[in-house]
């Protein structure tokens, strides 16, 4: 379980990263770059900062080497305005989260597409035979129930 306060203390970084990457960093490295979450640990020492690039891998190389470039401007900046005595720690981590929602997302469409084909294909199929072969039908036999009651 993460305690209130670490929660609000990561909740504040993500947003001082964020301003300070629209704002004051301007690495023309930098990509259009979204924070996506941050997670800091119990102690508050260590913080890892999660984000996404638009674009291809080579744009994603480059925003993270500026990231890594700007990241004791940043991290003063974190500091600056938590006013905590230990500022933590940043480490930037490229968020792989869009990328499995997309392929999950062609998975599932696939899936979408062979559930339809198959439903096609049975829509005018018939039974082979009689609907239940299985189904006898009962005989009621009135000799026999005339002869146990005689009895």
């Known amino acids: 379980m993460v305690s209130p306060r670490v929660r609000r203390v ?11 990457l629209e704002r004051r960093v ?13 997670r800091v640990t119990g102690d508050t020492q260590n913080a890892s900062v999660f984000y996404t690039v638009m674009g291809e891998d080579d744009q994603l190389a480059s925003t993270a080497a500026a990231l890594e470039s700007a ?4 991290r003063s900046e974190v500091g600056k305005q938590l006013g905590m005595r230990h500022v933590p720690s940043l480490e930037f981590i490229h968020d792989a989260l869009p990328e499995s929602a997309r392929h999950l ?3 599932l469409a ?4 062979s559930d339809a084909a198959v439903a096609a294909s ?3 199929a018939v039974h082979a035979g ?17 002869v146990d009651a005689g009895e």
Do not use: C, H, N, S
């Not at 504040?12 to 964020?18: E, G, H, L, W």
């Open 10 to 20: 990561a909740d504040r970084i993500q947003v001082v990263v964020a301003e300070m």
């Open 26 to 38: 301007k690495d023309p490295r930098l990509g259009f770059i979204t924070v996506t979450d941050v």
């Open 71 to 74: 990241k004791g401007l940043i």
């Open 105 to 107: 997302d062609d998975l």
């Open 110 to 113: 696939k899936a979408r597409e």
């Open 122 to 124: 049975a829509a005018g």
């Open 130 to 146: 009689e609907a239940d072969p299985y189904k006898k039908p009962r005989v009621d036999d009135e000799d026999d129930t005339e």
